[in-house]
């Protein structure tokens, strides 16, 4: 007996899917198992990129949640509403719910997490993050013998196209923005992904894997690229660095009790794995004790590597249900939610990290003394100071701390930004 | 109740499994389910990395696989014999098997999965390759949604920190090669590694489980990198391109019924994803469609990554029986192998890939062109053919052909190797 999925959505991930499902050949034979039982979309009218019969197409998504004969949902229309409440809906009627939804989850994973452990169901979220790379499950699976201590990503592919072109062509934010635009990698309204929040909701979702907790997702820093220069991109290239922005999961210092969870455009050194990472790939550090550091690697989007993931999810799901028997109930512990308490999360004011900052001074002797002192005065310590040049009258110096907490060095530099001598502090980044 | 484990083997790998089980916490609490039930050893009076109880360890490996009790054996001894006698004989005897031993995988991998499938139990080996890299599970689960074209791997840390070096330092094979063996980076015997036979192992596992088909290890073709002189490194990088060993398995061509499958030292491109992976890293790249590239990198080797391997199998098999009700009995197409057919496998004359080749001619004018019209008769065509200078007496000529052939290309050299012209040609490498 086939199993038959009903799928919420046929826009780009929708389309995919069903494609990379209708043909099935070369591909794993337990797709061939699979009915794409019927389909939810906004509107009849509109073309489509894949055949379908009519009579399975319906704008009635409730219908399709509730329909007895349904066995798993597919949720990739994405959006917060109705897509919550049509995922809710679907798990209380004992439906496995796929979906590619991250915003949603990052939001209302609590209870829709609940509400499936409750149900005796799974929810699966492969596409949620990294796009194609298979990394929730190994997440889920694989890497949980570890302890695990840091998962550091590249996870949104808009941000990191921009900020591989700035770094390659030597452009500004603005134009390669708008650019991007053009191009069809950045959305009209780019907040989502150069202000942090994309990034925010996918290192939520990946902390609460690797950590076994929930997350608040008002807990997470987010900061996003828009205050990265060109000159920031050049120095910290000099300094031998490259500026990413990094989703970063954990442990705060030796309190395993408690996790750092940030977004934030990061000076990261050249010879670190993630460093090599461009354009709108994603990739995924994980490390933990005893593996050391495991990296993953691929398309962070796209029509093609979505549907992967999300058909990898159908594909597990199948295989549970056809492994299952009528008399069983006991769920797998390694595909359904763990964990049901949340994660406490030090505020970004207790962070210890390097800092790399640029000042523009006024030309006078002493300025870097008067740096030194300031800085020393909330024990920050200092790896270098560069007196890199002029701009216009304003000499401007590079400082690179040593590891401080974040509140500390926050304190000198309010106070540094008093001093007579000091014009401006055009940039402020975290160092790796 | 608890899952018993039987453990073969107690050296770096069995050790570092039995510390990692030893201490759950802050791991999967799954774990906790675990029990390490017996470990057989090759002699008793050994000293030990880890502490157990004398009652459980036995030399008599025999007694392991056939305990009733026993749910699940752990073959970490490693070798052909006794490790392949005492798997089938676990497996007989209805027990899951976890492994990590590449080399019986590879040569008995037929009758190990059928006695496997007889029985209704799982031969998991997440540690055969890539240390703790999870690339297996990946491979038989999320990716199998792709029709998957290419598996391309640095899968012999060895080899790789060995060119890692030689390119790093200018330095020859022998010298790396001689402090790698006092670093304990290589064997005192390092032909299975530096012969490529290890990362032959390798690929002719992943290739099974990315094609669907069993492999002849006998038809997986392998150079090593003995013949890599820092001369060609040197050129390589003037050229654009780093020297690795890679294993890969393709389809060849546009006949979806056959594949290469293959290990040798080859030029790859310094934009390509696996050119940066350095020193004892592994890495393997996967692509197919519609997911595009996705690579796995970490540890290829060491106890504690591949104790994270070992036991995240151990992991997923405690997950199934956990699950498992007492009527169950159909297996899980995604962990159980479900390929009982050969894949077809193209003589490695038939591979079409470009050359790199070094050739010390008499310095004669006219030289270039007789190359070129022997190339020429046998259909090669040719990207470049530098004259790079003079080794004494001798010119030294650099030719990098277009796709060709490889039983073409050889035809040409043999017809070159006859010129009067023509001293010697020290060096011949594929390129990507």
Request: contains cysteine; negative net charge; hydrophobic residues 40%.
């Amino acid at each position: 007996m086939g199993v038959k999925l009903g799928i919420l959505g046929l826009g780009t991930v929708g389309a995919g899917t069903v494609q990379l499902l209708q043909d099935a050949t070369g591909r794993h034979p337990l797709l061939e198992e699979l009915e794409i039982y019927r389909v939810g979309v906004r509107s009849l009218d509109k073309p489509r990129a894949v055949e379908l019969p009519a009579d399975i197409i319906t704008t009635d998504l409730e219908s399709i949640v509730n329909d007895p004969a349904v066995d798993i949902v597919v949720e990739v229309m994405g959006g917060l509403e109705p897509a919550r409440s049509l995922i809710l809906q679907a798990l209380k009627n004992g439906k496995h719910v796929v979906t590619a939804n991250k915003a949603a989850i990052a939001r209302f994973g609590n209870e829709i997490f609940t509400t499936a452990n409750e149900a005796g169901v799974y929810v699966m979220l492969e596409a949620a993050v990294g796009g194609g790379i298979p990394v929730i499950q190994p997440l889920k699976q694989s890497l949980s013998v570890n302890r695990i201590h840091t998962v550091t990503g590249i996870v949104n592919g808009t941000t990191n196209y921009i900020l591989t072109r700035m770094q390659q062509e030597g452009s500004n934010f603005e134009d390669v923005l708008a650019d991007a635009q053009k191009l069809g990698y950045a959305e009209a309204d780019p907040t989502a992904d150069v202000d942090g929040l994309d990034a925010g909701d996918k290192i939520a979702i990946l902390a609460s894997l690797a950590f076994g907790g929930r997350i608040h997702l008002q807990d997470v820093y987010c900061e996003g690229i828009r205050q990265v220069s060109k000159t920031d991109i050049a120095y910290a290239e000099k300094l031998g660095f490259v500026i990413k922005l990094l989703a970063i999961a954990k442990l705060h210092g030796q309190d395993t009790s408690k996790l750092s969870v940030r977004v934030h455009p990061t000076l990261l050194p050249k010879a670190h794995p993630l460093a090599s990472i461009n354009g709108v790939y994603n990739a995924i550090l994980v490390e933990g004790e005893p593996i050391g550091q495991v990296m993953f690697f691929g398309p962070g989007a796209g029509a093609g590597a979505t549907a992967s993931a999300v058909s990898s999810d159908i594909l597990n799901l199948t295989a549970t249900l056809k492994t299952k028997t009528a008399s069983e109930t006991k769920p797998n512990p390694l595909l359904a939610c763990r964990h049901q308490d949340y994660c406490q999360i030090a505020p970004i004011s207790e962070l210890v990290t390097r800092f790399y900052t640029r000042f523009l001074t006024k030309d006078q002797s002493g300025v870097i003394g008067k740096l030194g002192t300031c800085f020393g005065n909330y024990g920050v310590s200092l790896e270098s100071v560069v007196q890199t040049g002029f701009q216009g009258d304003l000499a401007e110096i590079v400082v690179v701390t040593h590891d401080v907490k974040e509140g500390d060095f926050r304190q000198a530099l309010t106070e540094i930004h008093n001093l007579e001598a000091i014009d401006s502090i055009p940039s402020l980044l975290r160092v790796l």
